[in-house]
């Protein structure tokens, strides 16, 4: 065992001192030292695929891929069906010939006439059924020079919807006065359209010289929403008149409609009996502004502008009357 002298501690001592101070980096007086990185975490091996090495088979590739283009025969493809528009109603299949030659009701044959009779009941608005529609187109008080008057036109009809019976009525007169003009007519109307209808039937007068006529006629709804009324009459003494009348709804709101109007009578020559002058006979314009307070009733307000015309003036001037008339109106509108 070795053995150190107590005289060689001392300088044992110092040679230990001396010797870290001399390792020591005097760097670090300068700046602090950086931290050292830390080391990045060793990386896990993928597991061995065990395809590889094997020739593995193509998914199919989408449709216009290039690859699913190889091989194709092109010679027989139609080019042209790629340009064509896409199939339409003039390009589907008609319906076979024994399509509809069934019976019209045969579900009464599996379930019965009883148990089908309320089903029936049910889907008689998609059907051919009579209705009644009434309208009074213009119920009105005329404020002019000279007394006042009023004026009525209104009609209606019965029947389903292609055929029906129609009737219409229209007048006017000054208050202490006896009517001026008045009529009634019976139709026979014919739908010949989606819009219109072809009116066949009789006109009666009522006031002034007796007189019937024959009607033939057209009414619809033209295009751009103008309601039209058209007609021809043929009176018993031979005399040839035509009216043609149009108007417009212009809604302004939901419930305030502005209405223009115009009428206009011709004849093929001079009526003295009914003055009226051959020609174009009267106009007659004007413009009403109805509140619906509900669809099926509306007050208005308006006014409207009436001539009688080459010869008819003549015979208004001739009876007293003024042949240029402007009338304030006041009405209701109403139909069920």
């Given at each position: 065992m070795m053995r150190l002298h107590t005289a060689s501690l001392p300088l044992l001592g110092l040679a230990l001192l001396a010797a870290p101070a001399a390792a020591q980096d005097h760097s670090a007086h300068q700046a602090q030292a950086a931290p050292a990185p830390t080391p990045a975490p060793t990386p896990t091996p993928a597991p061995a695929d065990p395809h590889a090495?094997?020739?593995m088979p193509m998914a199919d590739p989408p449709p216009g891929h290039p690859e699913a283009m190889e091989g194709m025969d092109h010679s027989t493809m139609d080019h042209s069906a790629a340009a064509s528009p896409s199939p339409g109603p003039e390009m589907e299949t008609p319906p076979p010939p024994e399509a509809g030659i069934g019976p019209p009701r045969a579900a009464d044959a599996i379930w019965g006439a009883d148990a089908m009779r309320a089903s029936r009941g049910d889907l008689r608005h998609h059907g051919d059924f009579p209705l009644f529609w009434f309208q009074a187109d213009r119920a009105e008080f005329q404020a002019r020079e000279g007394a006042d008057g009023y004026l009525w036109d209104v009609q209606g009809y019965y029947g389903g919807p292609t055929s029906r019976f129609w009737f219409k009525s229209e007048g006017e007169g000054s208050f202490g006065e006896r009517i001026e003009d008045a009529e009634i007519q019976a139709l026979f109307s014919r739908a010949i359209g989606p819009f219109f209808d072809l009116q066949a039937g009789v006109r009666q007068d009522l006031a002034g010289p007796e007189t019937t006529h024959a009607v033939l006629g057209i009414q619809g709804l033209a295009p751009y929403m103008f309601e039209v009324d058209a007609a021809v009459f043929l009176s018993h003494r031979g005399d040839l008149t035509a009216r043609f009348?149009?108007?417009?709804?212009?809604?302004?709101?939901?419930?305030?409609?502005?209405?223009?109007?115009?009428?206009?009578?011709?004849?093929?020559?001079?009526?003295?009996?009914?003055?009226?002058?051959?020609?174009?006979?009267?106009?007659?314009?004007?413009?009403?502004?109805?509140?619906?307070?509900?669809?099926?009733?509306?007050?208005?307000?308006?006014?409207?502008?009436?001539?009688?015309?080459?010869?008819?003036?003549?015979?208004?001037?001739?009876?007293?009357?003024?042949?240029?008339?402007?009338?304030?109106?006041?009405?209701?509108?109403?139909?069920?």
């Open positions: 090495g094997h020739a009348e149009a108007e417009l709804d212009q809604r302004i709101t939901q419930r305030l409609i502005l209405q223009p109007r115009a009428e206009f009578n011709l004849a093929a020559q001079d009526v003295p009996q009914l003055g009226i002058g051959a020609g174009l006979d009267t106009v007659e314009v004007g413009i009403r502004l109805r509140y619906e307070i509900i669809r099926e009733f509306a007050p208005y307000i308006g006014i409207e502008q009436s001539w009688r015309v080459a010869n008819s003036a003549d015979y208004a001037r001739a009876a007293g009357e003024d042949p240029s008339v402007t009338n304030f109106v006041a009405g209701i509108r109403f139909w069920f």
